[in-house]
Nanobody
Framework: VQLQASGGGLVQPGGSLRLSCAAS?????MGWFRQAPGDAREFVAA????????HYADSVKGRFTISRDSAESTVTLQMNSLKPEDAAVYYC????????????????????WGQGTEVTVSS
């Protein structure tokens, strides 16, 4: 499975960005993680490829929305009301397994990773 992430850029606080991740093969669970300089990689959101369930980090709930387009084999992360603390390199990740709810935030559950796309939130 190859993952191609896109959509990062510079946005002002309160603005919006949409990240996309295209998957080349069959996957069951896909997620987004992010890593700011000097920080550990952290979970952002995850979705079952069926679209049956989504999961979010508390820090992004109500602001970010993860969705998938099965026809295009693409997962999208719509980010609204962006804050300076959202600035990071965002990575999409995929698993061919059904990652259980209690484990979706664990990077070790995902065997495939995209190259990362940078999001900068600054005025």
């Amino acid at each position: 499975v190859q993952l191609q992430a896109s959509g990062g850029g510079l946005v002002q606080p309160g603005g919006s960005l949409r990240l996309s991740c295209a998957a080349s093969g069959r996957v069951y669970t896909m997620g987004w993680f992010r890593q700011a300089p000097g920080d550990a990689r952290e979970f952002v959101a995850a979705i079952r490829w069926s679209g049956s369930s989504t999961h979010y980090a508390d820090s992004v709930k109500g602001r970010f929305t993860i969705s998938r387009d099965s026809a295009e084999s693409t997962v999208t992360l719509q980010m609204n009301s962006l804050k300076p603390e959202d600035a990071a390199v965002y990575y999409c990740a995929a698993s061919r397994s059904r990652v259980i709810l209690s484990a979706v935030a664990l990077s070790a559950m995902y065997g495939f990773w995209g190259q990362g796309t940078e999001v900068t939130v600054s005025s």
